[in-house]
């Protein structure tokens, strides 16, 4: 092909590089770049340069070539944003941390799809510290993994990203083509033969999303008010709220300390929609706000104030993360008197103009649903408890009185009364029975309870604790009388007694792992240190 051919455009608007891009045909794409070098720069139809087509389909090698050979002023504008965009939704950051030093005023930019780079760092929770979600033992791996610093951006020698035949190279030769090394090193090999290589790759991100945000913030500092007009600022900061990540919050609002004071357009500021949007991280902060009485007092332009935020229905997203309506209910009390702790008296009798409602009125109002749903599961879930603690009452109860062997003739006592299997067996019938009388009546009690809001956020998961917890215990010593009674009636062949003794755990491990996880939930939510931390230290600087 000629050089005017490489430059022809079909209907849709697409070049023959364009085509060789969205193939993945990497050789082919450097061929012709070979060919005609200009063909880079030409847009497509919908004006994407071919390196953001690259990148959007994930195709990164030639992405990082085709970024090598376009000049910089062509993506000094919506291209550019859009690259730096992609880069942070598919976490890959080299181009972006050099592309970003080239030109800062990307950072408030608008991409081909209306976001910023700004906004695109904001919306991805899993890229900071605050989204990550470990066991304690990868916690303790995460917090020992030492990440490399980026490379320094040396702006004198125009430095630029190149990949030729798959590796990384330098070329100091070449003012538009001098390449950076990519962010890898020795000790990321070796974390891939230790088998934690997804620990540090997680620790990779947070690390290089925290140096972009810092940049970022350094960038916003020298932006003007005219710069700031179209309020890019500000929907990042809330978009960072609704995803809840205070790292961006933080670092926005020191950056312009009037994001962390002032209201939007409807006069709520961020802690309003941090308790809308159910984001406890975010909310966390105002403990640590040199103006917390005087953002607790705001009221948006219809009157409603913090605690009329958390009167209204928590985010389908965030409810579907607590495993039954019963425990959504308790949150959401936990989030409303939360609340109350930090707004004036006052505002608890605060109508707003909408609704014409206090915040107590309002809370109940909208989650008169979740109310019904949370009585019928906990009555549900104590109707087939109780049956199971009275069947084991009622075996209980018998056994006491038909003990394994029998009964002497001449005193009416029991024949392996001198046995100490034989007291194993009747202590761990006596306590079998009582737990599962306990839980009985615990359960009996949910199920007569008057299911008023309030009792969803102690009462009713107290009953709810005890009866399980003593339905378990119920359960295990059970097994142990009968394991008990087995080995004294077969002591003489004690091998026929030992699979059965075997067999009788696998009910009690069936409901450890069904129901121990949902004990354990329940605990957590009702006597745990809970969401709220009010040791928020300051943090505006």
């Not at 450097?30 to 953001?52: A, H, Q």
């Not at 970022?216 to 309020?231: A, P, R, S, T, V």
């Not at 949910?446 to 998961?461: G, M, V």
Request: glycine letters at 4%.
């Amino acid at each position: 092909m000629s050089k005017d051919d490489l430059k022809i455009k079909g209907k849709d608007g697409k070049t023959a590089l364009v085509v060789a891009i969205n193939t993945g045909k990497k050789e082919m794409v450097k061929c012709m770049v070979r060919k005609d070098e200009y063909i880079v720069r030409i847009r497509d139809g919908s004006n994407r340069l071919p390196v953001v087509l690259a990148y959007r389909n994930s195709f990164w090698d030639i992405a990082r070539y085709l970024y090598s050979k376009t000049p910089v002023e062509d993506l000094n504008g919506s291209n550019g944003a859009t690259l730096v965009s992609q880069c942070f939704y598919a976490k890959q950051y080299d181009i972006a941390w050099d592309l970003i030093h080239r030109c800062p005023s990307l950072i408030t930019t608008k991409d081909l799809f209306g976001e910023s780079p700004l906004l695109a760092l904001a919306s991805v929770p899993a890229a900071f510290q605050s989204g990550m979600q470990l066991i304690f033992w990868k916690k303790w791996i995460y917090n020992r993994i030492q990440i490399p610093d980026s490379p320094d951006f040396n702006d004198d020698n125009d430095t630029r990203i190149t990949i030729e035949d798959g590796n990384d190279n330098i070329d100091t030769n070449n003012n538009n083509t001098i390449a950076i090394s990519t962010l890898s090193s020795i000790f990321h090999k070796n974390f891939i033969w230790s088998g934690i290589n997804h620990i540090y790759e997680m620790k990779l991100v947070h690390t290089r999303s925290t140096e972009f945000l810092n940049c970022m913030c350094d960038g916003i500092k020298h932006l003007n008010d005219e710069q700031m007009k179209d309020g890019v600022l500000q929907s990042s900061v809330l978009r960072a709220v609704e995803r809840g990540i205070p790292e961006f919050v933080i670092g926005i609002c020191n950056a312009n300390r009037e994001l962390a004071r002032g209201t939007n357009e409807m006069g709520r500021s961020i802690f309003h929609y941090a308790i809308k949007c159910r984001q406890e991280k975010v909310y966390n902060l105002i403990y640590g706000h040199d103006m917390r009485n005087a953002i607790s007092s705001l009221t948006d332009a219809y009157n409603n104030n913090m605690l009329h935020m958390a009167a209204l229905l928590s985010p389908f997203a965030q409810l579907n993360r607590i495993p039954s309506a019963a425990l959504q209910m308790q949150r959401e009390l936990q989030w409303f008197k939360e609340v109350e702790t930090v707004v004036a008296p006052k505002a608890r009798e605060f109508i707003n103009w909408t609704d014409y409602m206090t915040p107590r009125d309002l809370f109940t109002k909208h989650h008169k649903n979740l109310l019904k749903e949370g009585e019928k599961w906990m009555k549900d879930t104590a109707t087939s408890f109780t049956v199971v603690g009275a069947l084991i009452v009622t075996l209980m109860f018998a056994t006491a009185f038909t003990v394994p062997g029998g009964y002497k003739e001449d005193t009416g006592f029991p024949i392996f009364i001198n046995e100490r299997l034989f007291m194993v067996f009747i202590i761990s019938d006596a306590i079998s029975l009582f737990s599962a009388t306990t839980s009985s009546l615990m359960f009996l009690g949910i199920l007569t309870s008057r299911y008023a809001e309030d009792d969803f956020l102690k009462s009713l998961p107290t009953k709810m604790i005890i009866g399980l917890f003593t339905l378990f215990f119920s359960i295990a010593t059970m097994m142990i009388a009968f394991s008990a009674a087995l080995i004294l009636i077969l002591q003489e062949k004690p091998w026929t007694a030992i699979p059965i003794i075997l067999l009788s755990c696998v009910p009690v491990t069936l409901f450890a792992v069904i129901k121990i996880p949902l004990l354990i939930e329940i605990i957590l939510s009702t006597y745990g240190q809970g969401i709220f931390d009010k040791n928020c230290k300051k943090w505006l600087l």
